[in-house]
């Protein structure tokens, strides 16, 4: 790919014209992670629920469900849902659809409409590495109070504060059951019986900062979570993580060799000598690499981006100041990337300049849910997958060709493909996809074969 298309499609989510980047690709990329570009384009999350209001209507939910349903009542005796007998439950249930749904629809909105497509993508990359799904009831209507409130402010600040962010949200807590662990010598882990959870321990270590094969081992991963314990999600609360003392392991801990007192304190310093591992920037940097440059990304590459990472102590916009001013970055013969639904879908939109309406974003649900990505719900803590063979069966091809079918259907008045087409990937565009589109009988036949040709399926 030329420049401007790496730019336009590699890095960002697909232009409608190149014209605007053409002139200097990379001055348009880095001018995107200037402190004014992150101002003027900020994410509004006016009007959205925030984690206080997640984490109160998901326990609506959840008390609801648990209800016993009334004698005699269609739910009871096994006919019809229970949600549509239950007034009540139904209630409770719309209103975390509709949270869920506003906070999507902002999203892919944002993406759509925003003049910094890259910084973008660098954010909702930092919201997949530290995944939360919805997959637990109490984190129904978490997913998206978490990206806004713990990873969008820290995206292009310092990583050990993003780290701290998404660590300490509630949405992590719930997720990967912190809330619930005690030490077991605590006052309430003897009280109650109950004992340690190393799950937030465990993917710290392994997913969020160190990497696999880091050399830690299963007496850190322990003692890890023996410090993590007291930080906690309170029943009713503000939203916001608290240490809760009773349940706090006590005495000092020892991870990676090095010894934390007992204490809330004891986070920080953990989480701030994690940030500054070696082998934390290059697990970083093996990722971004992937992400947006190539599924096998060059050890040159990596080696300087994790070089840039650990210069600036973890300062993410010079970090990706680095990735994104590296001559391997734009090296126009690395492999394309195949996109994951929910990028095939915002790429489309963006270069049709098509807005979300209520309507777009319920087809769009529905259409990256049938293509194998429930947005919102990733099916591990890893989140979703980044390499092309992730997303490459028989069965996803042939339904990203319906899917393309099916949208040009709908928009096919929305753009001339043939004009297009050349227009929004330039040079790359190749003579056969040209030539399809060319003898197409239809504007949406035509629109439908530039969506589901190689080279729009890749970026």
């Known amino acids: 790919m030329h420049a401007a298309a790496l730019a336009a499609h590699r890095f960002g989510y697909a232009e409608t014209s190149l014209r605007a980047l053409q002139a200097d690709p990379q001055a348009w990329v880095l001018a995107q992670f200037s402190a004014d570009s992150a101002a003027a384009n900020a994410f509004d999350t006016r009007g959205l629920a925030d984690a206080a209001a997640a984490l ?38 719309q209103a975390l659809r509709q949270l869920n749904l506003d906070g999507l629809q902002r999203r892919w909105q944002h993406t759509v409409r925003t003049e910094a497509p890259v910084a973008e993508r660098w954010a909702q990359f930092w919201s997949n590495h530290f995944c939360v799904a919805a997959t637990k009831g109490s984190t129904l209507g978490l997913v998206w109070p978490h990206e806004h ?28 059951d912190n809330a619930q662990s005690m030490g077991p010598d605590s006052r309430a882990g003897q009280r109650r019986q109950r004992g340690l959870n190393e799950n937030l321990a465990r993917e710290l270590l392994e997913l969020h900062t160190l990497g696999v094969g880091a050399g830690y081992t299963q007496a850190d991963v322990t003692e890890t979570a023996r410090l993590l314990t ?38 920080d310093a953990l989480l701030l000598e994690l940030s500054r591992h070696p ?54 013969d690395h492999p394309p990337k195949f996109k994951r639904p929910d ?28 293509m194998g990505q429930s947005l919102g719900r990733a099916p591990s803590p ?70 589901a040709s190689p080279e729009f399926q890749r970026r």
């Open 343 to 370: 990028e095939l879908l915002l790429s489309a939109h963006r270069m049709l300049k098509l807005p979300f309406g209520d309507a777009q974003l319920q087809a769009g649900v529905q259409a990256v849910q049938a």
């Open 230 to 267: 007291g930080w906690t999600v309170r029943y009713g609360s503000d939203g916001q993580a608290v240490f809760q003392a009773t349940l706090h392991q006590p005495g000092p801990k020892t991870v990676l060799g090095r010894r934390y007192d007992e204490g809330p304190q004891a986070l």
């Open 56 to 93: 109160r209507i998901s326990r609506e939910v959840l008390r609801t469900a648990l209800q016993p349903q009334p004698a005699g009542s269609a739910a009871a005796s096994g006919q019809g849902s229970a949600a549509s007998a239950d007034p009540a439950r139904r209630e409770a249930r």
């Open 149 to 176: 409130e713990a990873i969008r402010p820290q995206a292009q600040g310092r990583f050990v504060d993003l780290l701290k962010a998404s660590t300490l949200h509630p949405a992590m807590l719930l997720y990967l």
């Open 382 to 451: 890893q989140g979703w997958p980044d390499r092309s063979e992730d997303w490459l069966s028989p069965d996803a091809l042939f339904k990203r060709v319906q899917w393309a079918e099916r949208f040009a259907a709908s928009h096919a008045n929305q753009a001339d493909a043939r004009r297009l087409a050349p227009l929004s990937l330039g040079d790359d565009l190749s003579a056969a996809t040209q030539q399809q589109i060319d003898r197409a009988e239809s504007g949406a036949q035509a629109l439908a074969l530039w969506l």
């Open 279 to 332: 082998a934390t920037a290059q697990h970083l940097a093996t990722k971004l690499a992937r992400h947006f440059v190539t599924d096998a990304p060059p050890p040159a590459l990596v080696a300087a981006v994790a070089a840039a990472f650990r210069a600036s102590d973890g300062d993410l916009r010079a970090t990706a100041l680095a990735l994104f001013t590296h001559p391997q970055t734009w090296r126009p």
